[in-house]
């Protein structure tokens, strides 16, 4: 089988990945600009060139799990809703083999774009460069300008109004980038010797994302339980590098520098929130998650429309599985996780599947983008990955 035969395609796809990851040329209203024209040229595409898909049940019910589950979370209007469906539909249904030629061509091109933008972060927190003006998110009354106005470098952004100091790449926050640079090195396999994976691994590192940090180091615990090389060895050597990185953060300069700021002394105790790390809600989601555990109805469904327009109103936000608790109760986090349930049962290797679904759920725990294409992707094409029959593709 040939290398890339359907490029185009994945090209279009792995666009539909950096933009559900809020590359910054898509934010907001911009983003169905360009989800329109990649399902368009996709369909065409599909159809000139006769690119199977797979209709087959392990496939096919998935995927209408995920558009029904995300019409019901987004609720858009039908316009977008069916340009949402039919991406959701092709990247889901996409054959085997073209998966995985897809991947391969995702994770190349997500590894070079790295390179230019980590370039470019080294040069402004050190020398300094000149940006090519700034660039706004949003015009939401919602997002504080602080975080919507940024310096643009093309393959790189970052604030104006502060000093963010944490790498994010051409994405909006170093937390996205850390936690989907470790869910690709997971889905890929962790194969770190290969030269596409590090500068996908040197973007993890620099975002000084905890949750990028953490899920990193579960995503190689589960690949060496899946090939049977988890030894005790392997956990007390992981553990004496942690506790050795622990000594020199609070040791160098007393403590006062940007890797025990931003990883060690988030997870010093905290009475409230039982770490200091553990601050995914802000403002007043902080008391309606203490107090919606007396209503049954909250605990279900989750606070009206109404109760968030008024939370965001007043800068309460968060994201995580108390932030989806919040707005959609205990029936939307099944919602949001039938479709990777959905899809693991279908698979031979249970074992992989349930690794894959734990990764997710560790995900969700503290950044909830179930429908985000970025993480639908690293799933579908990483446990298709895992499969025996193409392992020899490429």
Known sequence: MK????TFLYF????????SMQLWIGWQNRIYIFYTIFVVLMTVYIVVKKVKLSFDKSNLIPALVFVIAFGIYRQPSVLIFSILSLTSLIIILLNEEDRVCCWRFIYRGFSLLMIPSIILFLLYITVGIPSLGTIAFSDSADLPQRYVLRYNYIFYNTTVLYDMGRFNGPFNEPGHLGMMGAFMLFADGMNLKKKESWPILLSVVLSLSLAGYVLFLFGLLFTLYAKGKLKVSTI???GLFIFAGYLFAINYNN?????NEEIYSRFERDEDKGIVGNNR???DMEYYFETMWDNRDLILHGVDCQTMEFLHSTGSSGTGIQAWLIEFGVLGVIQAFLFYIVFALYQKNKK?????LSFVILMFLQRSYPYWYAWVICYVYGLTLRKTSLKNIL
């Open 352 to 356: 992989m599947a349930f690794l894959f």
């Open 281 to 283: 809600i802000t403002g």
């Open 255 to 259: 403590g006062d520098n940007i890797i």
């Open 236 to 238: 007390i050597g992981i």
């Open 12 to 19: 279009c796809i792995f666009m539909d990945f950096l933009l």
């Open 3 to 6: 290398k890339n035969k359907h």
